[in-house]
Every structure is written in C-alpha cells, then in structure tokens.
C-alpha cells in the first residue's frame, strides 16, 4: 500500500524559522518531524510514500535521499552509529515527490497526489504534524481495512475547548473499540461539536474518495477540506474508524511541539537524568519568583 504526506504547508505558526526551512524539518531532540511520520509507515511495511510538496521544500527531499559525501566522511572519520543513523532512513524509504502549485487546502494536497496512485487501489493519509508513539497506528488502519474492506479513520480524544483545532466524528460504537463513522465536521465550535472525537491525521481511504474529492468545493477556511469528502463517501459506504491508545503529540502548534520535545528528550538514555534535573531547577525558580 501507498502513503501519501502533504508537506505543502507554509507553516505561519512557527515563523520565522520556517521562513526558509520546511516546518516538517523541525526537530524534535535530533529527529525533524516528519522522519517520525515515516518511520511509523515503514514500521508498518509501507515503503511507497508520496510527499505532496511545495517550492521551499528542498530539504525534505534531502534528508529523504543519500548523502553520499556525508556517508564518506562519517566513515572515514570512524563514526560507525551516525553513519548509520544517517544511512538507515533513505535505504529504506520510496520517495515520490509531486508539487501542490496551489495550496488550496488539505483535500487538494490529497488529489494532488492521485496521479501517484493507483485508481483501484486503497491508499493511507498520515499528516506531518502529529507524533503517535507505544502504538503503530498504521498497522491498525491496515488490520481495520483487511477485516472490513472500506476506509478507516484514527480518533482520539479531546478536550471540549480543543475541539475547533479538529476534525470531529460522530460515531457509533460497534464493537469493542471500533466505531462507525455517522458523520463528520471540520473545526466546529463547542456548541456545534458532535463529540469530543477528533481526527488524529491518520486516515486509509478506498479509491472512492477520489470522486468525492473531486466534487468537494470550499469550506472552512475558503479551503479543499479532507473532512468534507469524507461527509460525502459516508454517504455511500460504510467509513469505520478506532480509538487510538497511543500517546499523541501535536507538534503542529508552539505549546504542543515544546511538549515533544521535553517528553522525548526526558525519554533519552543519554539525556534525561540531567535533563530532569535541569527542568527541577527552572521548575524551581520560576516558582520561587512567582511568590
Ligand atoms: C487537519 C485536518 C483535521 C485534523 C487535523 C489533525 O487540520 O483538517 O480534520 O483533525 O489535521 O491534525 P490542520 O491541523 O491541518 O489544520
């Protein structure tokens, strides 16, 4: 199976460092973003992934690539892990890259990519921004799709207040952990919320929503909305989705993305005993200002 990632966006909410660098390059300790992205889809066997891309969005495809000076110098220098580290990701992956011209929305960037893929053939979504870790939720998109033979969609719970940030589901509950989708709606309002289940930006779609996409004008935002051909293949098949049980990191705003990278880097063998100390000691002084 084929994965697409769009990785068009401007990225306004970390500017200015993402004046010249893509926002998905961002790191997270020494990882940018998007390699965790990936790697969850190759985790899951899945080789083939298509970057829907923007001008500006060089560096993704580098760091996707061989570096065959960098590699001859670690080797020379004797830097046997980093070499690795380096290696490891782009002997791996399938990169296709296709330029979205026109950011005209997250369901754009999806049709952009059509050309890619195979008209009859189910295909996997998985948005740059959000980290999902102690669970591949790829896998279970895969599992879900091969048990029921139409589209499934990643949730995870929200905070009421949070639910304009989302797309969010309604959804009936068919067996232990798995529901079925009985409608969906982008960035609604507290008031307008069907639930507190919000799209997580993972997503296996059957090839009918390509004529969705097609058909799908503007909406919120005066943008493409994924969510809104999603709406209308309900209409017509069944779209199952699960609750996931990993921990979910947002790195797509400032407050989420220090959030990753404090838990990641508290994770590290080599850098969280000092690190801990050092977040005790702020801890500390900040509180002891605040008196
Ligand atoms: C997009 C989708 C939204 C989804 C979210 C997950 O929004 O449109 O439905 O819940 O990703 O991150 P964005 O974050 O691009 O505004």
Redesign the pocket.
């Known amino acids: 199976m084929k994965a697409i990632i769009p990785v068009a966006?401007w990225g306004s909410r970390f500017l200015p460092a993402t004046k010249a660098m893509p926002k998905e390059m961002l790191p997270v300790v020494d990882k940018p973003v998007i390699q965790y992205i990936v790697e969850e889809l190759l985790d899951a066997g899945v080789y083939d992934i298509v970057f829907v891309t923007g001008r500006h969005k060089r560096a993704i495809e580098d760091h996707f690539d061989i570096n065959p000076d960098l590699e001859q110098h670690l080797e020379k220098a004797g830097k046997k892990e980093l070499l690795e580290l380096v290696r490891n990701i782009s002997y791996l992956i399938n990169p296709i890259y296709i330029r979205q011209k026109q950011q005209l929305g997250?369901g754009h960037a999806v049709l952009t990519a059509r050309p890619a893929l195979g008209a009859e053939e189910p295909f996997l979504v998985s948005?740059g921004?959000?980290i999902i870790r102690k669970e591949n939720t790829v896998k279970r998109l895969i599992e879900l799709h091969k048990r029921f033979g139409k589209s499934v969609i990643a949730l995870f719970e929200v905070p009421r207040e949070e639910v304009s940030?989302?797309?969010?589901a309604k959804v009936k509950k068919i067996d232990e952990s798995i529901y079925l989708i009985e409608d969906i709606v982008?960035?609604p309002s507290v008031e307008e919320a069907p639930s507190n289940l919000?799209?997580?930006?993972r997503y296996l779609f059957t090839p009918s929503l390509w004529e969705k996409l097609e058909k799908t004008k503007p909406g919120k935002g005066g943008e493409i909305?994924?969510?809104d051909a999603i709406k209308a293949l309900l209409q017509e098949e069944a779209v199952y989705a699960f609750k996931v049980t990993g921990k979910v990191y947002?790195t797509?705003n400032k407050l989420g993305f220090l959030k990753t990278i404090v838990d990641f880097a508290l994770e590290r063998p080599d850098l969280s005993a000092e690190f801990m100390e050092y977040l005790q000691q702020v801890v500390k002084e900040n509180s002891k200002a605040k008196k």
Do not use: H, N, P, S
């Not at 919000?198 to 930006?201: E, I, K, N, P, Q």
């Open positions: 966006g997250l948005l921004d959000i940030k989302y797309g969010i982008e960035k919000a799209v997580v930006g909305q994924l969510t947002d797509g």
